[in-house]
């Protein structure tokens, strides 16, 4: 599955982002897709996670501010982010799972200033 994704940029602490990732196939058989990100330095972390059941997992650092969301008409999985703090600085990747089989899109860069 080749995965783009889109949305990052600039913002101030308090505001808000929506991060999308547009599937190049149907989605809806994907067990899992997720986003990711990554600091400079520091190991790849995962922030959101959505199963094909329809289940969903944060990172505890994004709970209450974070929205993960699948769009299956449109094959894209979004990110809603509400209350940027500069500490959510990062690139952001974009990751499916349908067996074994993984993929990632690129990455799109938030900056958050303070």
């Known amino acids: 599955v080749l995965l783009q994704a889109s949305g990052g940029g600039s913002v101030q602490a308090g505001g808000s982002l929506r991060l999308s990732c547009a599937a190049s196939?149907?989605?809806?058989?994907?067990?899992?897709m997720a986003w990711y990100r990554r600091v400079p330095g520091k190991q790849r972390e995962m922030v959101a996670e959505?199963?094909?059941?329809?289940?969903?997992n944060y990172a505890d650092s994004v709970k209450g501010r974070f929205t993960i969301s699948r769009d299956n008409k449109k094959n894209t999985m979004n990110l809603q982010m509400n209350n940027l703090k500069p500490e959510d600085t990062a690139v952001y990747y974009c990751?499916?799972?349908?067996?074994?089989?993984?993929?990632w899109g690129q990455g799109t860069q938030v900056t958050v200033s303070s």
């Open positions: 990751y499916c799972r349908r067996g074994v089989v993984i993929d």
């Open positions: 959505s199963s094909s059941f329809g289940g969903t």
């Open positions: 196939r149907n989605i809806v058989d994907l067990d899992l």
